[in-house]
């Protein structure tokens, strides 16, 4: 049987009401248990799914070990028009950073624009469930975090800055809003984990080994390489300064990661926005330009064996509709840590657990 | 004699008041030729000689076949505290650009963040000028504009975005702000003119053919590549929608290049803005940390034959070091020119000139 066939499709509804429960067991409340839920199956429904339900288990264990705070008193002050310090309180990052874009879009149909900084939160998921947001009230988001050292600078050979990733979307007329989330790496993290499980080697521009030179085997990782040489460290550090100094957090060498100590805190600091293209013209004419954008992207002859090109972000929109109608395929390992926590806590399993 | 044995060093200050008389001889007020001639110095002091005195020629022309309005009436409009409207009057790029920085770091200094956008403009040099104005008055600045067609989106073959550049600047306590200005293509277009010029090959990632494939050949160039694929075509787009569609302008298809026709504006967009991070903390900590940061990645060990890891905007501060203190190697292509429009107004030029 392929890897593919030993999926179990399981309804995205289902799984975050199980997700919902899962938390609210290990001590969240039910808004925050179905805020972070929410962000969890969205990164699933998309086809992002390194950072869906395969996070409730590392995350329940930092509420338990303590590193997560369960009932964290998520502050927000406006220092200026256009500027908000939120405080995550250690709690997860999902709950504060959703504040913090809701108060910058807010903030940016005053203003124009608004930026919110998140200070002592831990991991935030996706940036693009914070973009896709501001873009649903007709604004283009922003948002970036900082992440444990694991790129190395241009001419450096040591990890240092982290995979850091920056996401945007833009509203549009579609069933979707144009979306990019990019790790400002080669490639992120997970695909070095991929590539090491499936004893694969890797291409050589990915990562180098701790002399500096192209690393092929995964074991051999000592540092990933920003995309683009200079470009992707130079976007990488401003993502470190917007998230970790404007934050006070620090840059990413002091931030620990989500699988580092479960007892800590992370120490992670975002930054989201909103820039409201309603003060720069009409909003309507606006998203008819992004659409006929749009059209005259699509009409630009595909390269041989590519049927169309793509927006940034069109492919996981039909992920998301083909998983809400089909469900979301989850593997056997995924299945086996889900049934344990189900177990656990006592709760019931959305699909029947098939027997090892 | 090799190439660089021809080049003849001019002094900075005796280059910027040469082009000054040369576009106020062309019809520009002296203000205004001031604020071009030392956007355009300060390129070639950076060691951007592609966006240096070279374009003064064809500036030159386009005001004088009418592309340029020599008189812009340049118009700024604050729509909402945090967004700026600037009509640039089809003048000179940098005349409205500058215009547009500063009055965005104003804002940002009474909201937190603002952005401008610049609309009926023109070529406005390098966006490392605008973002270092920024961070000279304690700003984070980011400037942006499209371009002519010439990349192809990621999974198609034919130009579509232009080379899109980005830039941003952070305040330090050096000598110089963090600054990188990037073009979102692997490489600028200039790249592939200069391996033409010198009957060289280019790699294959740079760019393709007519049907997709690796061209080898600069003759063979159809479009160029974005950086990283989805990653820098995504980023070209948002470059796109925040230049030309919040100004009005359109896209990159719709703009003309600097050397299309010379009697036509270009109908450019530009987005520049500020962030003043001094509301998100006391400033001095602020740069404080950066400087931290700043020794923190020249400690890393660098790659063989890298003597240290420099960051983003550190090479182009020690050329200006060294060009103010030298002078600015030009060519004798570019002296030949500059030495025409010389003769043309009847002005002298500063060194003189080798006879062929």
Chains 1, 2 share one sequence.
Request: net charge negative.
């Amino acid at each position: 049987m392929s890897k593919s066939e030993q999926h179990i499709h399981v309804d995205h509804v289902a799984l975050e009401e199980f997700s919902s429960e899962v938390f609210r067991n290990a001590g969240l409340s039910k808004e925050h248990a179905s805020i972070v839920s929410q962000a969890l199956v969205s990164a699933n429904l998309r086809g992002v799914d390194s950072h869906g339900v395969v996070r409730l288990e590392p995350y329940v264990k930092s509420i338990e070990e303590g590193g997560f705070n369960s009932t964290p008193d998520v502050s927000l002050t406006r220092a200026a028009p256009s500027t908000l310090l939120v405080d995550a309180d250690d709690g997860l990052g999902q709950v504060a950073t959703v504040e913090a874009i809701d108060a910058a879009v807010d903030a940016a149909k005053d203003t124009g624009a608004a930026f919110a900084s998140v200070r002592n939160s831990n991991h935030f998921g996706t940036a693009a469930y914070y973009t896709q947001r501001a873009a649903e009230r007709n604004c283009i988001g922003i948002a970036m975090t900082n992440v444990g050292p694991n790129v190395a600078p241009f001419g450096g050979i040591d990890p240092f800055f982290g995979t850091n990733p920056l996401g945007y979307s833009i509203p549009t007329n579609q069933s979707y809003s144009i979306t990019l989330d990019m790790a400002t790496s080669v490639v992120a993290k997970g695909k070095i984990h991929v590539a090491e499980e499936e004893g694969e080697s890797i291409p050589d521009h990915w990562a180098m080994d701790q002399d500096g030179n192209p690393a092929t085997a995964p074991e051999d990782v000592h540092a990933l390489r920003p995309v683009g040489g200079p470009k992707g460290y130079g976007l990488g550090l401003l993502v470190d300064v917007c998230s970790g100094v404007l934050s006070g957090m620090g840059i990413s060498p002091d931030v620990d990661s989500l699988y580092d100590d479960y007892s800590k805190p992370q120490q992670v600091g975002h930054w989201v926005g909103a820039i409201d293209p309603s003060y720069y013209r009409d909003l309507g004419e606006f998203k008819e330009e992004i659409d006929d954008m749009i059209n005259r992207v699509k009409a630009i002859s595909p390269k041989e064996g590519v049927d169309q090109v793509k927006l940034p972000g069109e492919i996981e929109a039909e992920t998301r509709n083909r998983r809400k109608e089909n469900g979301i395929p989850l593997g056997p390992g995924v299945i086996a840590t889900l049934a344990d926590l189900a177990n656990r806590y006592e709760i019931s399993f959305p699909v029947e657990i098939p027997q090892k």
